[in-house]
């Protein structure tokens, strides 16, 4: 009994990994077609390709946007997701709590704190732009976990 309960554990691990690998190798695809400039599925995968044998050399707009644009947001969302799991996991093993909610610690608040006092201040800082306010309310969100 207890080998079967092992093997269908670690079945369901595969299951998730693998489906979870697919989404993400998915969505990433998916996102290299999105934006404001039309690019259709297969102008992104030959895009994408082309990108890979020549080394990064563009030979149009569309593979210049997917080089400079697309694959650089996409490679960041896939690391921010990977960081805030990781920081979920962490939190979790921190606090000891099954139930760890953001609103209840607190930290949902202390990101919407920071944001919400930075914008009203006026808060700029040349060169970061539309990145200062997820950084602001991760300071905002660490204070109010500590």
Same mark, same amino acid.
């Given at each position: 009994?207890?080998?079967?309960?092992?093997?269908?554990?670690?079945?369901?691990?595969?299951?998730?990994?693998?489906?979870?690998?697919?989404?993400?190798?998915?969505?990433?695809?998916?996102?290299?077609?999105?934006?404001?400039?039309?690019?259709?599925?297969?102008?992104?995968?030959?895009?994408?390709?082309?990108?890979?044998?020549?080394?990064?050399?563009?030979?149009?707009?569309?593979?210049?946007?997917?080089?400079?644009?697309? $694959?650089?947001?996409?490679?960041?969302?896939? !690391?921010? +997701? &990977?960081?805030?799991? /990781?920081?979920?996991? @962490?939190?979790? #093993?921190?606090?000891?709590?099954?139930?760890?909610?953001?609103? $209840?610690?607190?930290?949902?608040?202390?990101? !919407?704190? +920071? &944001?919400?006092?930075? /914008?009203?201040?006026? @808060?700029?800082? #040349?060169?970061?732009?539309?990145?200062?306010?997820?950084?602001?309310?991760?300071?905002?969100?660490?204070?109010?976990?500590?």
């Amino acid at each position: 009994m207890e080998g079967t309960k092992a093997s269908r554990a670690k079945f369901k691990l595969a299951l998730v990994l693998g489906l979870g690998s697919l989404s993400i190798v998915l969505l990433f695809i998916l996102s290299l077609t999105t934006g404001a400039m039309e690019i259709s599925f297969n102008n992104a995968m030959s895009g994408l390709w082309n990108l890979i044998q020549n080394g990064g050399a563009h030979e149009n707009t569309q593979e210049l946007v997917l080089w400079q644009i697309r $694959i650089p947001r996409a490679l960041g969302v896939i !690391a921010v +997701g &990977v960081g805030l799991s /990781v920081a979920g996991a @962490v939190m979790q #093993a921190l606090i000891r709590n099954p139930l760890v909610d953001p609103y $209840i610690t607190g930290v949902s608040s202390g990101a !919407a704190l +920071g &944001v919400t006092t930075a /914008v009203l201040a006026g @808060v700029t800082i #040349a060169g970061l732009g539309v990145y200062l306010t997820p950084i602001i309310a991760f300071i905002g969100a660490v204070m109010a976990f500590l």
